[in-house]
Every structure is written in C-alpha cells, then in structure tokens.
C-alpha cells in the first residue's frame, strides 16, 4: 500500500515490561527508520535500515532496545525491560532511495510506560 | 553532520494574516531541507522539500519555502492563515549528495503555529 503501517497505535506497560512495535513500510521502500517523539515536540533518531540491514543505530540505546526488519514481514522496534522515561511516541518512516525524496510516515504508536 | 534550530517555539496569528516561521541548519555538506507539519494526535505529513534547483518551493495549501545558502535558512511562509492551518511544523535537514544509503532526517524542536479567529 501507500502507507506505512504502524500497530498498535496505543500501548501501555508495566514498568521492567517488554515492548514490541511493528512497522509495515510502503511496498517497494527499500529504507526504514525509527524515531521516538519525547515531550510532544522533540524528534530523536533511533536506527535505520537498508533492507533487511541495519544502516546507522547511533540513536538505539542498546542494552534495551533492539530492531529488525526481516523479509516478507513488517519491522519491528523491542523494548526490553521498559523504563517510565521509553513513555513516547515512536514513528517509523520508509522511503525509496534513501531520503531524498522525502520519508513517508506512520501514525505512530504512543508507548505508555506505568 | 547536521543540526537545525526553529528560532520561534510558538507563533499565535490571527486568520487571514500572514505567517513566517522560521528555520535555521547547520551543515559541513550539502543539504536537503524540509518541512513537515503534525496536526493534533496525529502522525508528521510532509509539507514541502527543497533537493535542488529553484530556491522557492510551494505546497498545494498555500505554504512556501525558500532556500537561502548564504544565510542557511529555509524559512516557511503563507501569506494568509486558517484556522485548518493549526498545527505543530517542524524543519528538518538531512546531508545526501554523495552520501550512499539511509540517511537520516535532523528536526527542529518545532514551532506551534496557533491561528485565532
């Protein structure tokens, strides 16, 4: 489709819970990234891909936060352990060439860390 | 590697008046620019880019954008504002030419764009 997929759209966990988000990127879209939106405004990079590979994971903190994107199946962003501060929304975003052209964006899923 | 800074962190405007709100990168390379707006809840829908060519570019709801190398800025304009116009609106900036692969988008800390009737 013309869209990337994110599910779920809410989640809420327990604190020291695990955490799995999903991203379907648009077909055809050989790049995938995700970001986490904090405090309503600011955007942090987390990782990227190029296909199944990770590209750049300067923004994942490591020892929770894992990501991968498999063939014939969506992305997905896991939070080990969550912490009351991995409370935000996460987007992923995919493009054709890179980035260029301009990423298309999920709707997000709003982490909720109790 | 890049960083961008939205000088206003807030703009309230009445309908029908203009808008200016403005953006400012730094770079070592050269750059693609962007503006994307997020409207309430929902997900960031890309409102313009500039890759290269004319300095000026436009969206369909009225909105432009202007390159300025010098000055590094890419400041978004409208010449008149409505209430559907509310919005958060955030510049980014991501370094590509010559540059193989992924690359990833900078924001902005954003600017609220508020328009009271």
New interface residues.
């Given amino acids: 489709g013309e869209e990337v997929a994110q599910t779920p759209k809410h989640l809420v966990r327990g604190e020291g819970q695990k955490a799995k988000l999903y991203c379907a990127p648009i077909k055809g879209h050989s790049y995938v990234f995700w970001y986490q939106q904090v405090l309503k405004n600011e955007f942090k990079f987390l990782i990227s891909f190029q296909n199944e590979n990770v590209f750049d994971e300067t923004g994942m903190p490591k020892e929770r936060f894992s990501a991968k994107c498999l063939p014939n199946s969506p992305c997905s962003l896991e939070i080990q352990a969550t912490k009351l501060e991995d409370s935000a929304v996460y987007f992923c975003a995919s493009s054709q060439f890179g980035g260029g052209e301009g990423y298309t964006f999920g709707s997000g899923t709003r982490l909720t860390v109790v | 590697a890049q960083s961008v800074t939205q000088l206003d962190s807030q703009v309230p405007v009445f309908e029908e008046a203009p808008v200016e709100l403005r953006c400012n990168y730094s770079s070592s390379v050269s750059v ?1 620019l ?1 503006w ?1 707006v997020q409207y309430p809840n ?5 409102l313009l ?1 500039y ?1 290269s060519g004319s300095t000026l570019v436009e969206s369909i709801n009225g909105f432009e954008a202007e390159f300025n190398k010098s000055q590094t800025s890419f400041h978004l304009r409208k010449p008149s504002v409505h209430i559907s116009d509310t919005a ?1 609106y ?1 510049c980014a900036v ?1 370094g ?1 030419f010559g540059i ?8 902005g ?2 600017t609220r764009l508020t328009i009271n009737p």
């Fill in positions: 693609y962007f994307y929902q997900g960031l829908q890309l880019k890759l958060e955030f991501t590509l193989q692969g992924a690359q990833k988008l900078v924001f800390q954003g």
